[in-house]
Each structure stands twice: as structure tokens, then as C-alpha cells.
């Protein structure tokens, strides 16, 4: 694959695609690639287009740039797409928190399940579907990486509508990081298997040259009580797995701290955190924006994303083992078949293969199935008119149903749908409110 195509869909997001770029424009095959990118935003995707070329001089390569505030222009004979957009911005992220805070409930990060997660989706699902019947037209066998989130939910809508589909998140990689550092042995030395769901799948296995680096783990646990103040530390002190995502992001998908002050105190949990991010996001794009209008320093950091690492081994032939998000095809059993699960994905050039996992635990596959269930209910609700599925999502939430009364969900429901209005597929939001 000589010069390939690479499109960026939601290329606003300035941060995150100036470290992907970096991270591509790394590798001395990828510096005469051809970068596509969009956007709505006009001034997003001018500030954009600023980076990627002060970026692409930077690496001393020669990449053919483009920008485009047309979708079908950029996407025309893509080979690989990078979709990233979040629909409705930093407004829509405050409403899926406000709204909800004012029924008592809590959310931390709200971009997976729970309100947050389940409005998030459907908000995305018709920019979705606008962009796979692009693809299909346009660039049919081109490799979709989705990094929006709620992951799960969004890749299995995309599912039978886009050919090749993956969904890359950075959670399992972080952690891994992590554990390397606190049982003291370096990252490169560490052997490790990780599956379940995302931000919410298992560390299987954890060793060096044959030990068992769980030992050392629970010697770590058992020596430093402030280690123990994380949600994520006693998920694994009471599940026996440590988990791949973070403690903010876990303490919404169970049903037992939110409700409780006394557990918020006690694990440090932090309510309401991503929108604390998502304004911070806000202030790095004006700085971003800022710095490129007056001339000023650009850090041009790598990110160790997958997305630049998965088009390398596909364009170069050079093998790697990344994680990735992929329809459950006997990949993890005990999971429901067609839902999207987390797992390994062995890649080169012949593209990306997941691998089998088998059985998890079944205490973590429990955990699982209630996550599971609220992804197939708001994509059944979409991909069928069922507004009804909609509310049933949020009565089986783990966070939402230990919360809130069934009544007080079905007003949450009918509130959230008026707030966020024509982002909502049509259907659903006529009958949601009839």
C-alpha cells in the first residue's frame, strides 16, 4: 500500500489529532501519506489543517494535506479512517450531567453507560449511519478506527454497515503501563492478556519470564493503605481481576458506590469529573488555536495510540499485538454472539485478526452481561424505533437502577430527550415524548 489515504472525521478535535498525527508522521513510510482531514467547524478544522502542517515539517516529511468541511470529499478512496467526532461538544457533555444530577444521580465520566452513555449514543448513531453509507459509496474496503465513545455501543451499531470496523481505546495499554510500575518491573519485560468489554475488561494474565506478577500486586496492595482508596484497587481485592480502565470511568458501571457518600469519601471518587475534562479540552484547543495564529510553540508529542501503529503494520507488513473492540464472533464466551467485546488483535499486512479469548472468570463475566445489556438495548432501540428500549437501558444500568426510582427514570428519559432534541433520531424522540 504505497501512499495511502488516511481521513480524519472530526478533525476539531485539535489536540487528539495533532498526537495521532505525530505518532503516523513518526515512521519515516508513513511521512508521503495522503492526510484527508474534516470537520464541521470551520475554525476547528483551519486550526487543524495549521497543526498537521507545522507537525508534517516538523517530521521532515512531505504528507499531501487536505481539509475539507465536506465529508464525501474527504472520504473519497480512503484506505483508512480515523472517526473521532463527538457530537453536540462540550454543551451536550454538561446536559448528560446537569440533567440527571438533578434526580440525585451521579455519574463521573458518563461517556460509556449510564445516561450519559446511553444519550451519547444516540446522539452519535445518525452521524454514524451518515458516515458508513459515505464509506460504503466511497471508500468500501477502507478500515474504520472509531475512538468515539461509548465505544462498545457505537462500533456494534456500526456493525454490518461498514465493512472493516474497530474501535481503539488507549485503557488497556495505561494500565498495563501502571502495573509495570508498581510491582517495579519494566513495561517491556511484562507478558500480559487483557479481555472482557470496554473500560471494563480484565487483566487475565500478568507475568515475567514465568512468575506471576499478582504476587507482587497484592504485596503492593497490602503495603500502601492509599492504594487502597481506588475503586479500581477494590474491584480487584473483591473480584480477584484488576480491571483496564480507570476508577473514575469504573465506579458508574457498578451499582454499589455512587449511591453512597460514604463510598465516594472513602474511594475518592471524583463526580463529575469529564466535565472538569471536557472544559480543560475547551481551554487546550484556544491554546492550540492561539499559539498557531500568533506563531507560537507547538508541543508535537507521540501518543502510543493504536491507530498509527495498526496503519504501520498494515501498509508496512510489520507484525504487532494491539487491543481492540470487534463484534463478539466466539471471541469470549459467556458473552452474548454479535455484542462487542475487548480483546487481543494480532495485525500486519493482511489487516487486523482478533483473537479468542475463551471463558473470563465468571464473577467478571457477570459484571460483563449487565454492561452488555445496556449497549444492546439503546442499539436495539435505534436500529429499530423501540423508545421503549431506550428507558429498559436505563432500568438495567447498574448506577442508574441502584439510584433512581423507575419513575424518576422515565422522567430522566423524557428530560434528556428535550434537551437534546434534533441530535436524537427522529423516531425516538417523536414517541419518547408522545
Not at 159 to 173: A, D, E, F, Q, T
Amino acid at each position: 500500500m504505497s501512499n495511502p489515504k488516511i481521513v480524519f472525521v472530526g478533525a476539531g478535535s485539535v489536540v487528539f489529532t495533532q498526537g495521532l498525527l505525530a505518532d503516523l508522521l513518526a515512521y519515516p513510510e508513513l511521512r508521503g501519506a495522503r492526510i484527508a482531514l474534516h470537520d464541521v467547524d470551520t475554525e476547528r478544522l483551519e486550526v487543524a489543517e495549521a497543526v498537521a502542517r507545522r507537525i508534517a515539517a516538523t517530521r521532515g516529511g512531505r504528507p499531501a494535506i487536505t481539509a475539507s468541511l465536506d465529508r464525501r470529499a474527504a472520504l473519497d478512496g480512503a484506505d483508512f479512517v480515523i472517526n473521532m467526532i463527538q457530537v453536540g461538544g462540550h454543551d451536550s457533555t454538561v446536559t448528560d450531567f446537569e440533567i440527571p444530577a438533578r434526580y440525585g444521580l451521579r455519574q463521573t465520566i458518563a461517556d460509556t453507560i449510564g445516561a450519559g452513555g446511553v444519550f451519547r449514543a444516540l446522539r452519535t448513531f445518525p452521524v454514524l449511519d451518515a458516515l458508513a453509507a459515505d464509506m460504503a459509496a466511497l471508500c468500501p474496503d477502507a478500515l474504520l478506527l472509531n475512538y468515539t465513545n461509548p465505544m462498545a455501543m457505537n462500533v456494534w451499531h456500526l456493525s454490518g454497515k461498514v465493512r472493516n470496523v474497530v474501535g481503539l481505546c488507549h485503557s488497556v495499554y495505561w494500565t498495563m503501563r501502571g502495573l509495570a510500575g508498581l510491582v517495579a518491573v519494566p513495561y517491556e519485560e511484562i507478558t500480559y492478556v487483557a479481555a472482557g468489554v470496554n473500560h471494563q475488561a480484565w487483566v487475565l494474565r500478568f507475568e515475567r519470564d514465568g512468575e506471576n506478577l499478582y504476587d507482587r500486586l497484592d504485596a503492593a496492595v497490602a503495603a500502601d493503605p492509599e492504594l487502597r482508596r481506588r475503586v479500581r484497587v477494590e474491584m480487584y481485592r473483591r473480584l480477584g481481576r484488576y480491571p483496564t480502565e480507570t476508577s473514575e470511568h469504573s465506579a458508574e458501571y457498578l451499582p454499589w458506590l455512587l449511591r453512597h457518600d460514604s463510598e465516594i469519601g472513602r474511594l475518592r471518587i471524583p463526580v463529575g469529573e469529564y466535565v472538569r475534562v471536557s472544559e480543560e479540552n475547551v481551554h487546550e484547543y484556544k491554546r492550540t488555536r492561539d499559539a498557531v495564529r500568533l506563531g507560537g510553540e507547538l508541543a508535537i508529542a507521540g501518543t502510543d495510540e493504536y491507530a498509527p501503529q495498526i496503519i504501520h503494520s498494515m501498509v508496512t507488513g510489520v507484525p504487532r499485538m494491539v487491543y481492540g473492540n470487534v463484534v463478539n464472533d466466539g471471541l469470549i464466551s459467556g458473552l452474548p454472539p454479535g455484542c462487542v467485546v475487548e480483546v487481543p488483535c494480532a495485525v500486519d499486512a493482511s489487516g487486523v485478526r482478533p483473537t479468542r479469548v475463551g471463558a473470563l472468570p465468571p464473577q467478571c463475566t457477570a459484571l460483563n452481561r449487565s454492561y452488555v445489556s445496556v449497549n444492546e438495548l439503546t442499539v436495539r432501540a435505534a436500529a429499530e424505533g423501540r423508545p421503549e428500549h431506550v428507558r429498559h437501558a436505563l432500568m438495567v444500568d447498574p448506577n442508574t437502577s441502584a439510584t433512581l426510582s423507575l419513575d424518576d427514570i422515565w422522567r430522566l428519559c423524557d428530560d434528556l430527550t428535550r434537551a437534546h432534541g434534533d441530535l436524537l433520531p427522529e423516531p425516538l424522540r417523536e414517541t419518547l415524548l408522545s
